[in-house]
């Protein structure tokens, strides 16, 4: 017992990088524990949620096109419309758009091959319930991996989350052929956030960049307010 916020790690069949997410929490000081997809409710205390990495479902369909309707995500969706924290990795990110709780999709990579590599995103926007230790233009070395990251969004509603300062991070290079390199995008209320980086792997300096500090350290500070699920 960490004594750190409870942070719930949503497992679906497919996901694997749950474990890792845990681990990462723990090590900042976070009590992480898991939930099951096939669950309805959080349990009592739930100060935050993480949707993981992984292929959901097997990705079959299409990227988290099945994980929306397993009958976990009523409660995230409830937790997130009582303003708690939720954040989507990878994966979890493209689960979140297709339930619509963030706005825009994720496709097919530019290349049509899957990319693994540590990439640098620059802070775009600190008006989430993450960011209160970050800096416009703060930039980050996270790795990446994925197949479908390439974010997508009509020029509308791109100019209308820049307005609203929805765009979290930005890739530094255009590495997958997302939109105005978009890397990771919050809701309207901020209490929502997704990015296709992933921070879980990026918080242990024996092991290479630590970019992902900044990012689960932002989740973990959202956690702190009183918890809202139950």
């Known amino acids: 017992m960490s004594g750190g916020p409870r942070i719930a790690v949503v497992t679906f069949p497919g996901s694997n990088d749950d474990g890792d997410a845990m681990l990462a929490l723990e090590l900042l000081g976070a009590e992480p524990f898991r939930v099951w997809h096939a669950d309805r409710a959080l349990p009592d205390r739930t100060a935050g949620v993480v949707l993981p990495g992984g292929f959901s479902y ?16 009523e409660a995230v969706g409830a937790f997130a419309d ?4 939720v954040l989507g990795i990878c994966n979890g990110f493209q689960i979140l758009c297709e339930a619509g709780l963030l706005p825009g999709v994720l496709r097919l990579n530019r290349q049509q091959q899957f990319i693994c590599a540590d990439v640098t995103v620059t802070v775009e926007s600190t008006s989430s319930a993450f960011a209160g230790t970050w800096e416009v233009g703060q930039e980050l070395v996270i790795p990446i991996k994925h197949g479908e990251g390439n974010w997508y969004g009509n020029a509308e509603l791109v100019a209308s989350l820049e307005a609203q300062g929805q765009v979290a991070f930005r ?5 997958n052929g997302a939109v105005g390199r978009i890397a990771g995008v919050t809701n309207e209320a901020g209490n929502v956030l997704g990015l296709m980086p992933h921070p879980e792997h990026a918080v242990d300096a024996l092991l290479g960049p630590t970019g992902g500090v900044a990012v689960l350290e932002g989740l973990l500070a959202a956690a702190v307010a009183p918890a809202v699920a139950g």
């Open 58 to 73: 097997g990705d079959y369909l299409r990227c988290g096109a099945i994980a929306r309707f397993a009958p976990v995500m």
């Open 82 to 85: 009582a303003g708690g924290p």
């Open 171 to 175: 890739y530094e290079t255009d590495v």
